[in-house]
């Protein structure tokens, strides 16, 4: 059990394009939704958390209108990074936590390039 | 502030045993995970500590210490396939994780 998906794994897109990103629990009822990036050989940096049904929390220094973030239902989030940047290149990985203090089951990730 | 403090990268030979130390400065605290990545990929569950102590699970042991802010991951009859990041992550008081670079561990035969 909980199991996270994300879609697409991979996606090369233009400057200027936006790309979404969504992440769904598949065997349980997410109630809060992480979005994290990840730089090669760097830890992980929360970008937002999103509680279904309520705006997403962005961490300092993460430009809400170029990543917004949907947490419309239990089980579904995404992620849209608006006018894509070469700069917005890197690993996008998601994860999901059903109560407080559970763990947060991650989705694969999504390397996102832009061109 | 918060800080994770966990060695940077660390050797071991196929078979043996290795520890992962970790320590760490948050505001608040409910607990601390550990967790497995590999390279280009999602990090992966391996323990939660809560209390004080050892937990042990198959191959992977993890210990907690809250009065030291301590915590160390166990692997025993290492495997190349263990071959990957190790990252510590304690949960502070808002339920956040806070995450250090971790510990990329590099197993030879």
């Known amino acids: 059990g909980a199991v996270v998906s994300q879609h697409p794994s991979r996606v090369i897109c233009k400057s200027g394009t936006s790309v979404k990103i969504e992440c769904r629990s598949l065997?349980?009822?997410?109630?809060?939704m992480f979005w994290y990036r990840q730089f090669p050989k760097k830890s992980l940096m929360l970008m937002a958390t999103?509680?279904?049904?309520?705006?997403?929390?962005?961490e300092q220094g993460v430009e809400k209108d170029k990543f917004l973030i949907n947490h419309a239902s239990l089980t579904l989030s995404t992620l849209t990074v608006t006018s894509a940047h070469p700069e917005d290149s890197s690993f996008y990985i998601c994860?999901?936590?059903?109560?407080?203090?559970?763990?947060?089951?991650f989705g694969p990730g999504t390397r996102l390039t832009v061109t | 502030g918060q800080n994770i403090d966990q060695p940077t990268e660390m050797t071991a030979t196929e078979g043996a045993i290795v520890q992962i130390n970790c320590t760490y400065q948050?505001?608040?605290?409910?607990?601390l995970f550990w967790y497995q990545q590999h390279a280009g990929e999602a990090p992966t569950f391996l323990s939660y500590?809560?209390l004080d102590g050892l937990e042990e699970k198959g191959r992977f042991s993890s210990f907690l210490s809250r009065s030291k802010g301590y915590s160390y991951l166990l692997l025993k009859e290492l495997q190349m396939k263990d071959s990957a990041s190790y990252l510590c992550?304690?949960?502070?008081?808002?339920?956040?994780?806070?995450w250090g670079a971790g510990t990329k561990l590099i197993i030879k035969p």
């Open positions: 948050t505001s608040g605290f409910n607990g």
């Open positions: 065997d349980f009822q997410a109630t809060t």
């Open positions: 992550a304690p949960l502070d008081s808002n339920y956040q994780l806070i």
């Open positions: 999103s509680n279904e049904g309520s705006k997403a929390t962005y």
């Open positions: 994860s999901a936590r059903e109560r407080e203090a559970d763990e947060q089951y």
């Open positions: 500590n809560v």
